[in-house]
């Protein structure tokens, strides 16, 4: 993912205090608090590793869009850690770049050859000839059929409604391409993907992170908002908010409406049983103030924005970290305050004892 670096970091900090305060530092009224405990042993791995979690990290593309985009394709396919890509070919007149450096990244490539490509097995041939056996190539069984535009796809809404459809493994699993199809000048299309037009990632790309850092170990437990994994001596704890109703929302300023309400603060108490000595603790966090969506209207959802307004929205809709240092004798336990929508991954690592 290329990075954008042409201003010095405090002058971003400097005019985002100056010209968009609000943005960083305002104040909602709080409602009221909801409080849940949550234990979980994590000496006690389950004797299964939860696969329905892991192929959430399926995605498709359309070939022109992964000729345009294809170093961002490169970089979120790395970082997400997907395991499989299917990329589209609408017709038999398709080019496509050199994939060596994608095929790398992702443990099966396949090929979705639509309805107005020819059927004859050429492109079957020659696209298993290209790029090895290893790939798949198969025909559309369905027209492809985008879903319709909602500003929801945007927005912060989607993090806790795709962690909860991931983990849970309820009802169908949600179709996401990597980036928008698009070329638009405005920052939010309303299109299901995880990568604006202007290389920005939208909230549902953190949530896609989250798992694919979840599932870097066994699952030790799942529940309702929140999910464990252990490798070694590694713990991820995910926690994450409230799921919302998935809404259309035509325009987003009606979208932006319901998460500037009053907001309702879930605390999490997770005790997590059988941990003892000192331990590492990063973690990141995203919620509606770092959406796409809210930061980009206080511009008033413009067409077009200048440099330094793009970049300081790009400086902000990105997660929050932290990182701290805990010693503990037998019970770990995780305070989490959750605004509406927000998730946190914790990832505790434990420090080497001196022999």
Not at 29 to 53: A, L, M, P
Request: with cysteine; charged share 30%.
């Amino acid at each position: 993912m290329p990075q954008y670096r042409s201003y010095d970091e405090n002058s971003i900090v400097e005019y985002l205090k100056k010209e968009h305060a609000d943005v960083l530092f305002g104040i909602r009224q709080i409602k009221k608090v909801k409080v849940k405990s949550i234990e979980v042993d994590v000496g006690k791995i389950n004797s299964y590793r939860d696969e329905h979690i892991g192929d959430a990290l399926d995605f498709y593309i359309d070939a022109d869009d992964l000729n345009y985009y294809m170093e961002d394709v490169v970089a979120m396919c790395r970082e997400l850690k997907v395991h499989r890509l299917t990329i589209r070919i609408p017709d038999k007149n398709f080019y496509l770049k050199e994939l060596e450096g994608l095929l790398h990244m992702v443990e099966q490539v396949c090929f979705e050859i639509g309805d107005n490509a020819s059927d004859d097995g050429r492109i079957k041939t020659y696209l298993l000839k290209r790029y090895g056996e290893e790939i798949k190539v198969h025909h559309a069984e369905i027209p492809w059929e985008e879903p319709g535009k909602n500003y929801i796809y945007d927005s912060a809404v989607m993090i806790p409604y795709i962690l909860h459809k991931a983990i849970m493994g309820e009802n169908e699993k949600i179709e996401y391409k990597l980036v928008d199809s698009g070329r638009s000048s405005a920052l939010a299309s309303g299109e299901r993907s995880l990568l604006n037009a202007h290389g920005m990632r939208k909230p549902a790309y953190y949530a896609y992170k989250m798992i694919s850092d979840l599932v870097c170990g066994n699952i030790v437990d799942t529940g309702e908002g929140y999910a464990v994994s252990r490798c070694g001596e590694t713990t991820r704890v995910l926690v994450y908010a409230e799921v919302q109703p998935c809404k259309v929302y035509k325009n987003p300023e009606s979208l932006i409406k319901t998460t500037q309400a009053e907001i309702e603060i879930e605390e999490r108490v997770v005790k997590l049983h059988n941990m003892n000595g000192t331990f590492r603790v990063q973690y990141y966090y995203y919620e509606n103030q770092n959406s796409l969506l809210d930061v980009y209207g206080n511009f008033g959802y413009r067409n077009s924005l200048d440099r330094n307004e793009e970049e300081f929205v790009r400086w902000v809709t990105v997660p929050m970290t932290g990182f701290f240092t805990k010693k503990v004798l037998g019970l770990f336990t995780l305070d989490v305050k959750l605004t509406p929508n927000a998730a946190y991954m914790f990832i505790i690592n434990a420090e080497e004892t001196e022999k």
